[in-house]
């Protein structure tokens, strides 16, 4: 089995689910938030855009270290800009994983915050929870979509708004 074959053809579809559901973010609502808790609708779209670049550095390093960088989201203030922030996110993960040798999928690979150790994996590990990532974020993103009122697509089959419901 060729396994980088298969990631890059994981990492295809589910990007066509998740720009679907990007080009869906209304430029008027992007302070809006459905809980003082949750996040703005543009920080959890800006977020879901970026995670394909994950990837990268889970190709190119072998650790993250929140603590060692001043990361700073995107700015994004249009839903052009962001389906433009996730097109060359997707395009620099989708790079990045396609020239990645498959005998380096098993070098380990930390994410941390200093001292704190969030993950402890492999660099296949990364590149798994990177995709983890965009699905559960994208699903998050479905609800505030759906608590706005706005049909949301099917993901891995028809949703209820294409099923009639």
Known sequence: MDIIKELLTEMENEAVTTRKML???PDDR???SPHP???TLKQLATHVAEIPSWVVIAVDHDEL????GSYQPAPVSSNADLLALFDQSY???HAALSRLPESNLDTPWIMRGGEIVYL???KYGMVRHAFAQTIHHRAQLGVFLR???IAIPGSYGPSADEMGG
Request: charged share 25%; hydrophobic share 50%.
């Open 65 to 68: 270290d929140f603590n060692a």
């Open 91 to 93: 395009q620099a993960g």
């Open 30 to 32: 992007l302070d809006w």
């Open 120 to 122: 402890d994996t492999t």
């Open 23 to 25: 080009a869906l973010v």
């Open 37 to 39: 808790k949750s996040m």
């Open 147 to 149: 608590l706005l009122d």
